[in-house]
């Protein structure tokens, strides 16, 4: 499993890369291998504010339909366009070009409570 280094983590299995006052979070690798193809994605609008932890959306495979959670609590300020329209990105490139929502961060403390890549490697390990 793909696990980069400068990412942090959530037991959800979704990841969350820091680029100042914006956080950008998508799927890890493992969950995109669990859910298999990927058909659609229901997301909250821009302009949305979440807590840390809630639900802001869902993704939908051919295996199953999974909520999706704030890693740190803000406002959607962008939604990928490309996975609305092809949400198959996300299979393919989840760390990339497959990232999810952009939020501006109420508390961008709340990203050094997420799981470091190392206890995420532990926790996927457990679960395999």
Known sequence: MNVPDNLRYTKDHEWVRLEGEFAFEGLTDYAQSQLAD???FELKP???KFKKNEIFGSVEAVKAVADLYMVVGGEIVEVNQ???NTPETVNQDPY?????IKVKMDNPDEYNES???????KLIAEQS
């Open 46 to 48: 821009v302009g949305s």
């Open 96 to 100: 990339g070009e497959g990232w999810i």
């Open 82 to 84: 490309k996975i609305m």
């Open 115 to 121: 799981l470091t890549p190392d206890d995420y490697k």
């Open 38 to 40: 990927i058909v659609t």
